[in-house]
């Protein structure tokens, strides 16, 4: 009985040390990263990364660790369906994919053409380019922002259905569906001549247009008239649960909070030596790609923020689903949730010899690799990789 008693004891003991042990190591703090600072404003933070303090560690990651239901997906090879890409939309069972000056094409996640959404012209339900789309799957409803000028709505067969803020012309427009069926709209604006700086579509498809931000406004007109800084770009990534977009003008990335109509900067990045850099904000973290630059050369193109941890750090990401193949550019491919990759088929098969050629390819990479590149025709469409964003980052493989 005292022997029993005994070995209870001890049992308990160690026990008892595993989950101080564990308790300590849960507890335990990162060290402080110097290269991030804050200034809050309300219950709005604006994150400051200091590039030039970045540890160059560059930290190596598996896109498992982003994204959940990963696809590979070959567009139909048809006449009609063939695409260049630009920007791409994803839904949970459409790609949308907007073209330059082609008619904005649909498919489904097996690849399948569905059609185009309206067509070139400048007659109703007609645009000129498309600049940015937002789908709403659950409504279907489809609307298309032209590079200068009204925004139209279809539904999913491609049939126009109306205007959304009919009378307000809108510059390089970033828009969004929200959850209540609502709609939300930004763009390029110029002092002296665009009254707005965002337009919000009811329910009731009432229009509420809100007033410029007047730091965020570019030149307006020069003394002919004509429109100064129109060749400026706009940015919307979609991944929060309010609008976000960055300006080329502008170094920073902003958020609009429709319910307030306020808006507030969340993100820059200092001492990039004017190395031109794109932002993008998910949950979890701010994602930086950054342009080659003369001046200032970084170990990756990508920098992490990661917001739970408040820790930055360089990555280098390889697709753990498809054989290792390097993802370039992670923070411009996630938008809307999800993450996209767009492949001509023969720049596909070149990545995919170049990892087969490398000493540190598995037999497990190598047999995945060959079947995907069996599987590729390298006149036909292009090829996809698709997945949907985790609402958590897994650190699980995250190493230095």
């Known amino acids: 009985m005292v022997n029993k008693i005994t070995k209870m004891k001890n049992a ?13 190591n849960a507890c335990r703090s990162l060290p402080e990263d110097h290269s991030l600072s804050y200034e809050i404003s309300k219950s709005d933070t604006l994150y400051i990364c200091d590039a030039s303090l970045i ?39 459409y790609i949308g994919i907007s073209d330059e000056a082609s008619p904005f094409k649909l ?13 070139i012209g400048q007659g109703p339900g007609e645009y000129k380019y498309v600049y940015d789309a937002a789908l709403n799957e659950k409504n279907n409803r489809i609307c298309l922002g032209d590079m200068s000028g009204p925004l139209q709505e279809y539904d999913i067969k491609g049939n126009f259905v109306r205007r959304l803020g009919e009378g307000f012309r ?48 570019l030149a307006g007109e020069d003394h002919k008239g004509s429109t100064i800084g129109f060749n400026n770009e706009l940015w ?14 502008f170094d920073t990335l902003y958020a609009f909070k429709p319910d307030t109509h306020e808006t507030y900067p969340s993100f820059t990045l200092k001492n990039h030596q004017n190395t031109f850099c794109l932002y993008n904000e998910t ?14 050369t970084p170990p990756t193109n990508t920098i992490m923020v990661n917001k739970q941890e408040k ?15 390097p993802v370039a550019q992670l923070a411009t491919s996630i938008k809307n949730g999800w993450y996209y990759q767009m492949f001509e088929p023969y720049k596909l098969l070149e990545l995919i010899d170049e990892r087969l050629s490398g000493s540190d390819c598995s037999d497990k990479d190598r047999k995945v690799l060959e079947e995907l ?20 980052f897994d650190k699980g493989s995250l190493i230095y």
């Open 12 to 24: 308990a003991i160690i026990v008892g040390g595993i989950i101080l042990v564990f308790l300590i």
């Open 55 to 93: 540890n160059r560690d560059v930290a190596q990651t598996k896109l498992s660790d982003w994204i959940t239901d990963f696809k590979i997906v070959h567009l139909e090879d048809s006449d009609s369906a063939l695409v260049r890409g630009w920007r791409t939309y994803i839904s949970d069972n």
């Open 107 to 119: 498919f489904d996640h097996q690849g399948q053409f569905l059609g185009c959404i309206g067509r």
């Open 170 to 217: 809108l510059n390089k427009p970033g828009m969004r569906y929200e959850k209540d069926g609502s709609f939300t709209t930004t763009h390029l604006v110029f002092t002296g001549v665009t009254g707005f700086q965002y337009l919000r579509v009811e329910k009731d498809s009432s229009v509420v247009p809100v007033p410029p931000v007047q730091t965020m406004m």
């Open 236 to 249: 919307s990534w979609n991944n929060m649960p309010y609008l976000t977009y960055q300006v080329s003008a």
């Open 283 to 296: 949950p979890f973290c701010f994602l930086v790609f950054v342009f080659p630059g003369t001046d200032w």
């Open 311 to 325: 820790q930055s750090y360089y990555l280098d990401v390889k697709n753990d689903f498809a054989g290792n193949l």
């Open 373 to 392: 590149k069996n599987s590729i025709d390298e006149n036909g469409n292009n090829i996809m990789f698709i997945g949907k964003l985790k609402e958590h």
